[in-house]
């Protein structure tokens, strides 16, 4: 095993994390707002359907966490049955029931309650409803949206983030294969298999949340947690990321995963704002190429 080179604050990382999407999404941000799509909505209010958006995604937080915590499946496998079970059961609430599902993965060392596992569920599914618009057809926005319902609950309550842990390069030789394998196993199974997006996501974390630990004792939770994070990188739709792109945004999430680990330790929705960080730099790389060829054609 290589030694960590690298020794960094969470609120370091934390910030890292914040740079990175932020830094990735500008192109992309521009390229929406340029083609309407980011919240240029002019309704105003909560419809039914918002409504039950809203209670599918506090729903599938709840559900996610019982099956986490007091049943034993642990956050990946218990999120995964979620996924599964909407994306067969409830197709037309699907979405917002595996959002709520990244929710429920939050560590009872970060939210120790379902009561508190509902709030942030609520606060999440206020941003989904709210976000509907924005960025759709970007794997990992669905997390990015958990990530801030745990965020706000945890900001409002003062409630902690769980221990730091550090960075482990000396996993990435194995990480970010299986990152690739996880995005493009999605892909198959969502647009070519035509399991749909949730579905296609949760098969493959649920492969890796019982396969890996099995496997490979030791870091076995790490794989599948990388895996299912990669999946979200595979729900991206074909006119976001072509399936060349999902390798490469895999990868990147890959790394992202490791170079982030210290930061929301516990938090449910950090491997989809991780996943989302990684579609979006891949996606602004690909539009800074097509106008710098466009502009190089020109000369």
């Known amino acids: 095993m290589l030694e960590n080179p690298l020794s960094f604050s969470t609120v370091g990382f934390e910030t890292l994390l914040a740079l990175t999407i932020t830094l990735a999404g500008t192109v992309v941000v521009a390229d929406e707002r340029r083609g309407g799509r980011v919240l240029e909505s002019d309704a105003v209010g909560v419809d039914r359907t918002d ?22 499946l642990g956050p990946v496998v218990a999120s995964a049955v979620v ?28 939210i120790p309650s379902l009561e508190y596992v509902g709030i942030a569920g609520l606060v999440a599914g206020l941003a989904f409803v709210a976000t509907t618009e924005a960025f759709g057809g970007f794997g990992g ?4 949206i958990a990530l801030f319902g ?14 730091a842990g550090s960075p482990a390069w000396d996993l990435a030789w194995v990480v970010v294969p299986v990152a690739i394998v996880g995005a493009v196993g999605t892909v198959l199974l969502s647009r070519h298999l035509q399991f749909g997006a949730v579905v296609g996501s949760g098969a493959v974390g649920l492969g890796a949340g019982l396969g890996f630990p099995a496997l490979a004792p030791d870091i076995g939770s790490t ?5 299912f994070c990669a999946s979200f990188v595979g729900m991206s739709s074909p006119d976001r990321l072509a399936t060349a792109q999902i390798a490469g945004a895999g990868a990147a999430s890959g790394l992202l995963y490791l170079t ?5 330790v516990g938090a449910g929705g950090k491997l989809g704002t ?6 979006l730099t891949l996606a602004g ?5 097509e106008s710098v060829s466009a502009r190089i054609g020109q000369w």
């Open 51 to 72: 409504a039950i958006d809203v209670l599918a995604v506090a729903a599938g937080a709840g559900v996610a966490y019982l099956l986490s915590v007091p049943v034993g």
């Open 83 to 110: 996924g599964v079970i909407a994306g067969v059961g409830f197709a037309e609430i699907d979405v917002p029931i595996y959002c709520g599902s990244f929710v429920g993965m939050v560590s009872p060392s970060v």
């Open 141 to 144: 926005k669905l997390g990015t």
């Open 150 to 163: 745990c965020a706000s609950t945890v900001a409002l309550t003062g409630l902690e983030y769980a221990a």
């Open 223 to 227: 794989l599948a947690a990388v895996a």
């Open 260 to 264: 982030v680990r210290p930061a929301f």
């Open 274 to 279: 991780v996943a989302f960080a990684s579609c």
């Open 285 to 289: 790389i690909g539009r800074l190429s």
